[in-house]
């Protein structure tokens, strides 16, 4: 009895923790900017994000470019790029919170939201990362490939759209779901 009352437990819990984690959102999660001060993404309810994991020494790193001209572009319109420097493909962030900043700023002219580095898979992933890869998306489930995966996130704080690091900000395709997240 108490054996079949502990596997109900867990199976209520596993459950109960499915069923949040779909119903979750990006507003659930506190992250620290590339200042170090902390920020509660519910900040953001009501604008459509663009979340992108960067990195400064990546073949796609001249993608800052676009994801700039984007953010100029749709800013007044309710987007916000929102870039998390991580250091997991080919270490191709090494760099310090402070560097990467500079770096952004001086090379690329970054004005968007910078975060502080994180982990976007493996056994220490952000658990903003982990939402992101495990929440149903028609595009692509799943760990991330490389630097400059794009996920873009509602008014609502869901996944809407999932774009691979091969995709350019400036993409059709890309424009064309976010101003129809806006639009929402």
């Not at 108490?2 to 984690?21: D, E, N, P, S, V």
């Not at 250091?87 to 560097?99: I, L, R, T, V, Y």
């Not at 929440?135 to 799943?142: I, L, S, V």
Request: glycine share 8%; proline share 4%.
């Amino acid at each position: 009895m108490k054996t079949h009352l502990t596997l109900l437990l867990i199976t209520a819990m596993l459950l109960g923790g499915a069923t949040l984690q779909a119903e979750g959102s990006v507003y659930e999660f506190k992250v620290k900017n590339i200042e170090g001060k902390d920020i509660d993404l519910s900040e953001y309810k009501g604008k459509v994000l663009l979340i992108v994991n960067v990195a400064s020494r990546c073949g796609a790193t001249k993608q800052y470019d676009p994801l700039q001209a984007l953010y100029k572009k749709y800013e007044d319109k309710g987007l916000v790029v929102l870039g998390f420097p991580a250091n997991n493909f080919g270490g191709q962030e090494p760099g310090s919170d402070e560097e990467i900043a500079e770096f952004c700023s001086s090379k690329y002219s970054v004005d968007f939201p910078m975060f502080s580095k994180v982990s976007v898979k493996g056994d220490d992933k952000a658990p903003l990362f982990t939402y992101l890869t495990d929440a149903a998306n028609p595009d692509k489930e799943g760990d991330i490939g490389w630097n400059f995966e794009k996920f873009l996130i509602g008014k609502d704080g869901k996944l809407v759209r999932r774009f691979a690091t091969k995709v350019d900000p400036a993409n059709e395709d890309l424009v064309a779901a976010i101003e129809t997240a806006i639009a929402e």
